[in-house]
């Protein structure tokens, strides 16, 4: 589920689904709304045809909150800096 399996295409790992996140915002506050119409239209884009569904994108915050890449503050997602390089 987190990473590709079997029966889960690389495109929907949870991992995956967090980086087009990413990839999608722009790493800029926005509401959890705006963050899944913003993938939706990633996704579309960049032909990736297989559907996700609204719950999967949910998983996909959960893996990015839990790696602390994001969190929620008064209902806006809020994404942390990049570490800078050592």
């Known amino acids: ?11 929907r790992a ?3 689904v967090g ?4 990839l999608a915002t722009e790493r800029q ?4 709304t705006q963050a899944w119409r913003r993938l939706k239209e990633w996704r579309a884009e960049h032909r990736h045809t297989s559907p996700i569904p609204f ?3 949910v998983l996909a915050l959960d893996v990015l ?8 503050r008064h209902d ?10 050592a």
């Open 29 to 32: 506050s926005v509401t959890v």
């Open 14 to 16: 949870l991992l995956a």
């Open 19 to 22: 980086a087009q996140i990413l």
């Open 65 to 72: 909150y839990a790696l602390g890449v994001v969190e929620l």
């Open 76 to 85: 806006v997602l809020v994404f942390r800096e990049r570490p800078h390089a």
């Open 55 to 57: 719950w999967w994108f």
């Open 1 to 11: 589920m987190i990473t590709p399996t079997k029966g889960i295409a690389p495109q």
